[in-house]
């Protein structure tokens, strides 16, 4: 129970936190409309309250929990596996969004797809580099691209096509 | 009855069947990727169906509405992401039916039960249409609001653990839709001056960031801790649900069919709200509420017959009044304008044979549609045995070309991204993701109509609660917040108890 | 409203995956003649707007010999969209599906340009909104409307798509010049008839084609249009100008824009591809459907329109006071 503890006061405290930047933002970002009942502020500036209520309600359950509430498993904390998951993932995200802006979708996505299998994933069989990321690609871009008219992105610097 | 058989006799034409083949097809692929939607799938077949015959128009474009709203049922039973906002309850119990090995089964009874849902939904329309548009015309911003709050207050019963946690995640949510243009004086709010910030999130960009996201980097931590769960090709077995399995749930079909119906009926709300006050209602109803979110059979039938029941009736207003209550709809008022087909009360007494074929062409769409998905139950199913990793990667690129595709703009894949990362981390802080796309789902409608409410009575709050409509609603949602509120109370208690003993 | 490309080629679809090999371009010859590749078609809005569109662009791909498509860059009210073609290559394959949406969004603050930063390439037709109420009111035109306003002390409520938008502006010169005072209700467009029916709203102006099957049923009327001239619409009505409210002339222009330096003979060919399309019986038959009226308008007469319909919109404005643009 310890974890689910620490875990709701840290959860708590940075939404909390959050909630308090997102109010202020509001009040000198956006403006009010004086006279009258609703205006642009208004949903976002409740939002924002409700989750600073909330989260504060959140930390206090916490702080004072004497006995464990929910039967609930602690989730186990981040190892650097986890690490390397959110790494690789957003890693490729990123990379692939350059890519499809400066080459387009059918390069962008071969070049993508084999150096993530091979570098993230350690593959090594050709088989598997070169024909999952030219098949998937060029799948989806029949498919997808010339079949369904469905726009994929264009490169910038070269484009296929 | 002559008018019936020669509206058959035209429903059954080659055209009519080879239209609604193919509208069935590219509505289920549209469908079944998460961003594309039936919407955009019918924008695109719109221009194809300019130059054929009424019939084989009006089958091309129901048969890829209705293709559209089962495909999302597909993605949600084998990857846990819906493939559109609608299919998001369908997740809940759907994906862990797929982990137990069911997935056949899962996507066999979502398949019927979208298809008993629309036909059902057709019946009440055929039955009802003038009082149900009748309906559909007394819902103004007021009752929509109350409906929304209605709709937010499952929250209650999707939150799992926490009902603090469950909330926090519906206002996260709801603020994240606040970025953006506001809906109403165009002010722009948190786009820091800049004109690509005004696009703001969509609400589709954002569920893919939210529901793919955080599975793929799971996926991907789970492969390099060698614990990865293979499906062995034996393991997945392709078989259909059974008569009996189906009969259990004849009450939960109607159930949510009539749901589906009613919040179809009301302009601008749709699919997912239905969806999940129908799963909600299941729960409720069920003898066994526990199961639900571990598999039970019953939470993925009441969101796909609630949701596909939305289609006729959201055709009610449509046909009746000449109204569409949705973009989808929308479309599909263009396609049958472009044709000469103006809906609407005279079009009943002009041309009954039209409405008689649309009717018959709606049915047709929901056969042809359940026997594409039951055949390909098979081909879906295999998809399973690919490596999670090797399917993880593929994920991601449909994930960018899924958000890409909704308003052609790299800025939302960015989006996606950015989302998704937030979403990995609320969902290690024990915030559940659901009740965060309701959020994202109903916040612009609660604020959209909450605030032209308020324009509308010219600031009196007396306006939400003038009409017993709105009433009706606010009192449901009220006792279900009440419900909940006591059952969490009986087992604080009870827990102390324990903990003293 | 989410929407993607559409292909203007009904052969697609049907192809199959051994037409689609064919479809790859081959590269061409450097000093081929315009256009040589797909020519691509932003839209800033889905509904009729869109469907317009891709009637458009139909039937130029049947006349300029290669395919026309529409890519939606829906958001920001249009400013998206507009903004994605000013920044793109000058070169004829990037051009706008255009509306005095330009002029709104400018003026609101949301465009850092205006429509001068494009260049005008045609006109293709405009559209005429009306403006209604409900048949029980028991106003059967204008000025019973204008009376029972007065009488009433009330402030009438009027159904617009959104503050802001065209058919706000165009409500309040009509409101202004009859002297009644109003509250104006944003809703999504569509929805105009339902609320009027429903009657949460006193008098909705919006496109006429929502309108014509419930003025056949005879639940609502149609009392003017904002147009100083009569046109054909899928209502008989007569101009809001005869009935009372002098002087009255707004109407929504559609055209097509192409970015700011594309070169003259390149905007000539899509200006002949155009006027071919929109003279076509086809095109008039899609416009009587939809409630849309084809016009056109040279890039010149309709660059001179543009400037004049934006001063206009930019004075109204003003005059509302949600000019932001006005130092």
Known sequence: MAADRARDLLTGTLLFVIALVWIGFILTTIPDSPGSPSSARTFPLASGIALAVLSAVLLAGAIFRTSPLQAKKAAPALDALDWRGIAATFGFLAVYILLLKLTGFLIGTVVALAAFLYLMLGKRSPWLLIGYPVGFAVAVWLILGKLLAVYLPQGELINLF | MDIFLTALAASLSWQALLGTFFGALVGLIFGAIPGLTYSMALAMVLPITFSMSHTAAIAMLLGTYIGGMTGGAVSAILIGVPGTPSAA???????????????????????????????????????????????AISFGPAEITALVVFGLSTICGLAGGSLVKGLIGGVIGLMLMNIGQDPIDGVPRFTFGTTAMLQGVDLLVAMIGLFAVPHVVTVFATYWRGKEMRIEAGNVRTELPSWRLLLSQRWNFLRSAAIGTVVGAIPGTGGPIAAFLAYDQAKRWSKHPETFGKGEVSGVVAPEASNHAVTGGAMIPLIGLGIPGDPATAIILGGLLIHGIQPGP??????????????????????????????????????????PHLMAVGILVMCVIGSFAIRNSLFDVGVMGLVGFVAYWLIKGGIPATPILLGLVLGPTLEREARTAMIMSEGSPAVFVESYTALLFWALALVILGSQLITMMRSRNQGSKKAAA | ???????????????????AGLLLSLPSPAHAEFPEKTIEMTTLFGGPAQTISQVLADLMSKNIGQPVITVSRPGGGGAIGYTFLQSAAPDGYSIVFSSNSISTVYYQGNLPFNYSALAPVAQIGMEVPVLAVRADSGWKDLKALQDAGKASGKKLRVGVSGLGTFTHLASA?????????????????????????????????QWASQFAPHVKAGTINVLCMTSKEKVDLPVDTVTCDSAGAKGLDL????????????????????????????????????????????LFKSAKDFGAMVAENDKEIGELMTELGINKKKK
């Open chain 3, 1 to 19: 409203m989410r929407l993607t490309r559409t292909t203007a080629t009904t052969f697609r679809l049907f192809g199959a995956a051994a037409a």
């Open chain 3, 251 to 294: 109407t929504i222009w559609r055209g097509i824009h192409a970015p700011k330096d594309t070169p003259p003979a390149v905007i000539a060919k899509l200006e002949a591809s155009i006027k071919q399309a929109v003279e076509s019986p086809d095109f008039k038959k899609a416009g009587d459907n939809l409630g849309f009226s084809p």
């Open chain 2, 346 to 387: 005279l079009l009943f007494m002009e041309k009954p044979d039209v409405i008689m074929s649309i009717y018959l062409l709606f049915v047709l769409a929901y056969v042809v549609t359940a026997l594409i998905q039951l055949f390909g139950v098979r081909a879906f199913v295999k998809a399973l045995r690919v490596p």
């Open chain 2, 89 to 135: 309850a369908t997740v809940l119990d759907g994906e862990v039916m797929a982990k137990q090995g069911k997935a056949s089964i899962a996507i066999g009874i979502a398949t019927i039960a979208g298809c008993v849902g629309g036909i059902l939904s057709l019946i009440v329309m055929l039955v009802s249409v003038d009082a149900l548009a009748r309906v």
């Open chain 3, 173 to 205: 010169a009509l409101f202004n010049r009859l002297g009644l005072q109003v509250v104006y209700i944003p809703y999504g467009e569509g929805r105009a008839p339902a609320e009027l029916l429903g009657g949460r709203i006193d008098a909705a102006l």
